[in-house]
């Protein structure tokens, strides 16, 4: 890509498949040039997809949840000025905790967390420094409840939840406007690397991510400070603010506890 160019830029993580795929559509479909991120050779695939489509697009594999992963990232940036960074890369974790091995929830909370702020705050600092920019982070109404057999994900994006709304305001003078998208159960291949195939939430019907990434497409657009993806989702939300922890974590649990979706 000609960094010369007039065009707005955004980078996409996670963008190999679902959600992350469907944003950088979003992006394309307006007009943005594209740095495309993951940890797999599938990006390629994705980039292929999106250029067909008339998109200018650079792919990029590296591991957000390693320092050498998001540096890898940032060079590929290589000081262009990002418009619109959408930090998407996310990992899931089923099952119960003290089964769960310690390098797996380790490696979800550096690409969920680690690796989300590392490259926000390189981003952003740039983007405050230009007095514009717009940042979408991923995260997830399973962060506002207790995750029963999903305790270290639901916590990562409980995390992001609070986060975009705290960066929010220390940079609403900034120019640079923090959104947060909350999807809930989408049909990806989240359920599948989580081992959640044998949970009722894993085998339930689940919303469309090209539907779930335009609305947090338009939130970012539009500076809005968090969406919620569907309307059962804005239901869920709603109630978890007034149900107690202890009744959120037993319905978490009937839905994410293997063995569940034989129990459907």
């Given at each position: 890509?000609?960094?010369?160019?007039?065009?707005?830029?955004?980078?996409?993580?996670?963008?190999?498949?679902?959600?992350?795929?469907?944003?950088?559509?979003?992006?394309?479909?307006?007009?943005?040039?594209l740095?495309?991120?993951?940890?797999?050779?599938?990006?390629?695939?994705?980039?292929?997809?999106?250029?067909?489509?008339?998109?200018?697009?650079?792919?990029v594999v590296?591991?957000?949840?390693?320092?050498?992963?998001?540096?890898?990232?940032?060079?590929?940036?290589?000081?262009?000025?990002?418009?619109?960074?959408?930090?998407?890369?996310?990992?899931?974790?089923?099952?119960?905790?003290?089964?769960?091995?310690?390098?797996?929830?380790?490696?979800?909370?550096?690409?969920?967390?680690?690796?989300?702020?590392?490259?926000?705050?390189?981003?952003a600092?740039?983007?405050?420094?230009?007095?514009?920019?717009?940042?979408?982070?991923?995260?997830?109404?399973?962060?506002l409840?207790?995750?029963?057999?999903?305790?270290?994900?639901?916590?990562?994006?409980?995390?992001l939840?609070?986060?975009?709304?705290?960066?929010?305001?220390?940079?609403?003078?900034?120019?640079?406007?923090?959104?947060?998208?909350?999807?809930?159960?989408?049909?990806?291949?989240?359920?599948?690397?989580?081992?959640?195939?044998?949970?009722?939430?894993?085998?339930?019907?689940?919303?469309?991510?090209?539907?779930?990434?335009?609305?947090?497409?338009?939130?970012?657009?539009?500076?809005?400070?968090?969406?919620v993806?569907g309307?059962?989702?804005?239901?869920?939300?709603?109630?978890a603010?007034?149900?107690?922890?202890?009744?959120?974590?037993?319905?978490?649990?009937?839905?994410?506890?293997?063995?569940?979706a034989?129990?459907?």
């Amino acid at each position: 890509m000609d960094d010369s160019t007039n065009r707005r830029f955004a980078v996409v993580t996670g963008a190999s498949t679902g959600i992350g795929l469907e944003l950088a559509r979003c992006c394309a479909r307006d007009g943005f040039d594209l740095l495309i991120a993951a940890d797999e050779p599938e990006i390629e695939t994705a980039a292929r997809a999106l250029r067909a489509d008339g998109a200018q697009v650079q792919a990029v594999v590296c591991d957000l949840s390693t320092s050498e992963g998001v540096d890898v990232l940032v060079t590929a940036i290589g000081g262009r000025p990002v418009d619109a960074l959408l930090a998407n890369a996310g990992r899931g974790l089923g099952r119960a905790f003290l089964q769960q091995d310690f390098s797996d929830i380790r490696r979800v909370i550096d690409t969920n967390v680690t690796g989300t702020v590392d490259l926000v705050q390189r981003v952003a600092r740039e983007m405050q420094a230009r007095g514009q920019g717009k940042v979408l982070i991923t995260g997830s109404i399973a962060g506002l409840m207790p995750g029963s057999f999903q305790a270290v994900y639901n916590g990562t994006k409980a995390f992001l939840d609070s986060f975009s709304r705290a960066l929010r305001n220390e940079m609403k003078d900034s120019g640079v406007t923090v959104s947060c998208l909350l999807p809930g159960a989408t049909d990806t291949k989240f359920f599948e690397r989580a081992d959640m195939l044998d949970t009722k939430v894993g085998q339930q019907e689940k919303d469309d991510p090209a539907d779930v990434a335009a609305t947090g497409y338009k939130a970012m657009m539009d500076g809005e400070a968090a969406v919620v993806a569907g309307i059962k989702n804005k239901i869920q939300a709603a109630l978890a603010h007034v149900t107690p922890d202890g009744v959120l974590a037993e319905m978490h649990r009937g839905m994410s506890e293997p063995g569940t979706a034989s129990k459907a």
